[in-house]
């Protein structure tokens, strides 16, 4: 257990000396998953709400694909990815391999089924008799589905941050789409992986930390939101 300790000792230094390896992999993560949890907000909220306000053919078909998606293996995700942006693959041109975006792209396709399946859950679980009362109070439809979709506003947010949580902990995309590149593409999971396997544990310990915090946070605001929810 000592070279535990040893670690953390470690790891406390690093953190309180801003250490610019540390830092890097900090704001690599962030800026990845801010930009992926961006692109699953702007097209997983407009879809969820869609699915579960609305009734039309093939709907549980449809629930049930993305319910399917849920549970994609992270890694078949990433090697998905990672053939079309391969130089070889139809956007290869397009030059995203071992970059930023091009691991937002990939944590996008993780994170969107979940927030498309919480908002979904959110819209079917309103009471119906909120929409009609605010028909019969003269708004057209186009306002009372406006009028709905912010009375789930709660349950909403939460998807949001369940997507965050999930995305900024995730490491097998950004391993194989990203590249692990120090200074550039090495988020807190994969500098964790790699660190570990030499043998390095000051550092893995740091981002370990960090994670740590950022996953009591997402917590604090999952419970917080879930409050106010069934408030």
């Known amino acids: 257990m000592d070279f535990l300790l040893d670690g953390l000792r470690q790891a406390i230094t690093l953190l309180l000396a801003l250490d610019q390896a540390t830092i890097s992999a900090i704001q690599a993560t962030l800026e990845t998953a801010l930009l992926a949890v961006s692109s699953a907000v702007l097209l997983g909220v407009p879809a969820g709400f869609l699915m579960g306000y609305f009734t039309f053919p093939g709907r549980r078909a449809l629930r049930l694909v993305v319910d399917t998606l849920l549970a994609f293996p992270t890694v078949v995700i990433g090697l998905v990815v ?26 996008t396709i993780l994170g969107l089924p979940i927030v498309i399946s919480m908002t979904a859950v959110a819209m079917e679980g309103l009471d119906d008799e909120v929409r009609q009362t605010i028909l019969t109070l003269g708004a057209s439809r186009l306002q009372a589905a406006l ?4 009375e789930a506003r709660y349950a909403i947010a939460l998807a ?9 902990t995730e490491v097998g995309i950004a391993m194989m789409v990203g590249g692990n590149i120090k200074w550039y593409t090495r988020t807190m999971t994969t500098a964790i992986a790699l660190e570990t396997g030499k043998g390095e544990f000051a550092q893995g310990i740091a981002l370990g930390v960090i994670l740590l915090l950022i996953a009591f946070c997402v917590n604090v605001l999952v419970a917080v939101l879930r409050r106010r929810g069934a408030a």
């Open 82 to 107: 990672y053939a079309f942006l391969t130089r070889r693959g139809p956007l290869g041109d397009w030059g995203l391999l071992f970059t930023i975006p091009g691991m937002a792209i990939g944590l």
């Open 147 to 150: 009028a709905c979709l912010a």
């Open 160 to 168: 949001v941050v369940t997507a965050f949580g999930r995305i900024a």
